[in-house]
C-alpha cells in the first residue's frame, strides 16, 4: 500500500504549511477542512488538512498523531479562499483558518507526567535523594499518570519544573504533550422514548401512566423535560426502562441562541416602483449565474432591507445559500427578527454575542446546508457554505467591518472577494 501524504496547516506563527505522513490506520479517514493532531517540535498542536501532497524531498515525514472531529469543520471550497486571505494580509494559513472557526474549539496542549519502570525500582532505594522526589514518584506510582499543573498544584515546590525535569533526566518519568479537548463540545441531552402504548403497572402507580401518555402523545422528550411536567418522573423512570416500557438514547442538540419569542410569518411586502427596478436587476444577474456586486442606495426607512429579504427569498427558492452581513450587533438583532420572521428555521445567526457552544452549533447547521441563509457581523465572512449564491453587505461604507486585531482584514473587501 502506497503511503499517502498530505499538506497541513498548523495554528502556529509559520508562514509555510508543512507535509505529514498519513498512518494506516488512520489514512481512509483523512478528508480535506478535517481538524488533526500533529507533532511540532516537542509539542502536540492543531492542523488543518488542506490536500494530499507529494512525498517529501530530503526530508522524513512526521506521522499525524489522531483526528479532533468526527467530520470536517469547513468544506473544501473555503480552502482558496482561506490561502487568499492569508498571502493577501501577511497572516500564517493556519492561523487564519484558526480564527475563521468557532473559537473555544481549540484543543490546548498540557505535559503529562508517568513513571518509568526504572523509577518504580528505585522509589525506595537510596538512589532518590530527596523526599520531594520521592513524593512524585509515589504520587504517580499510586495514582498514575497526571498532568503537569495538577501534579504541581497537589505537591506544591516537589513538583517544580526543576524537581520533574531532574526526574526525567534520571530516566525515572517520562513527560510527553498530550493535547486536551476543546472547552467547547456538541450539547447532548438524554431522550425518553416511548416502547409501549400503555404501562402494565397498577392503576395506583398514576405517575408511569401519565408518563408514557404524554410519551405517546408528543413523541421522544428530553428527561428534564420530563421531570418538569411530571415530578414524579425521576422516580419512575428507572422503573420503566427495566422493564421495557422506555428507552433512553442521548442525541446531539442544538442550543438555541434566538430564545423562545414567537415570529409570525412575515409575507413580502409589495415593492414601489424604485425598489423593483432593484430587485429586477439583482434577480437578472442571479438568473445568468454571473459575478455582479450593485450598491443599493437608499435614504433610511426607504425600504432597502426588503429588497434584500426578497432577493434572498429568490436565492433559496432556487436551492442556493444567501449571507447578510450587518455592521453592529445591535442592528443584527433587527435584521435577525426580521429574517427570522420571513425564512423561520432556515436561518442561522453568527456574532460576538453568542456562547462559544451556541455559536459552534449554528456554524455546524449551515456546515450541514440546515440553514440555507445567515445573518452575521464581519465574521459571519467565513461561514462553511459550500458556495453561496447572494452576499448583502448591509451599511458596506461602515468602519466595523474592518478587523483590527490578530488577523486583519475588511469583510467587505473579503464580500466582493
Known sequence: MSIAYWEV???????????????????????????????????????????????????????????????????????????????????????????????????????????????????????????????????????????????????????????????????????DPIALPGKVRPHIETFVIPQKEFSSAPARMKGRHKILALLNEQGAMTDLELKKQIPSAKKWLPVMKDEGEVVFEERQVCRNPFGDVFFADSPPEKLFLEQQKA??????????????????????????????????????????????????????????????????????????????GERLDQWMRIHKGEAPVTVGARSGIFAPYQSLSLIVVDEEHDESYKQDGHLRYNARDLAIL
Open 9 to 175: 496547516a498548523v495554528a502556529a506563527a509559520l508562514p509555510q504549511t508543512l507535509t505529514y505522513k498519513a498512518p494506516q490506520g488512520l489514512a481512509h479517514l483523512l478528508v480535506p477542512g478535517l481538524r488533526v493532531l500533529v507533532p511540532l517540535g516537542r509539542r502536540l498542536v492543531t492542523g488543518y488538512l488542506l490536500e494530499k501532497a507529494q512525498p517529501p524531498q530530503g526530508f522524513s515525514a512526521r506521522d499525524i498523531q489522531g483526528i479532533l472531529d468526527p467530520a470536517p469543520l469547513f468544506p473544501e471550497s473555503l480552502i482558496a479562499f482561506f490561502r487568499w486571505i492569508a498571502d493577501y494580509y501577511f497572516y500564517p494559513l493556519g492561523q487564519v483558518i484558526k480564527e475563521a472557526l468557532p473559537s473555544g474549539i481549540n484543543n490546548p496542549e498540557e505535559i503529562q507526567c508517568a513513571i518509568t519502570d526504572e523509577g518504580r525500582r528505585h522509589i525506595n532505594d537510596g538512589k532518590v535523594r530527596t523526599l520531594a522526589q520521592r513524593a512524585v514518584l509515589k504520587e504517580l506510582a499510586e495514582n498514575g499518570p497526571a498532568l503537569q499543573k495538577d501534579l504541581c498544584k497537589k505537591l506544591g515546590p516537589a513538583a517544580s519544573k526543576n524537581s520533574l525535569a531532574a526526574l526525567e533526566k534520571s530516566g525515572w518519568i517520562n513527560r
Open 279 to 356: 430587485l429586477d436587476a439583482v434577480e437578472a444577474a442571479l438568473d445568468k449565474g454571473a459575478f455582479e456586486t450593485f450598491l443599493l442606495h437608499g435614504v433610511t426607512g426607504s425600504g432597502k432591507t426588503e429588497v434584500y429579504l426578497q432577493a434572498v427569498e429568490r436565492v433559496l427558492k432556487k436551492g442556493g445559500n444567501a449571507l447578510i452581513l450587518v455592521p453592529e450587533i445591535a442592528l443584527i438583532t433587527q435584521m435577525e427578527q426580521r429574517v427570522r420572521a420571513r425564512f423561520g428555521d432556515k436561518a442561522a445567526v453568527l456574532h460576538s454575542g453568542l456562547t462559544p
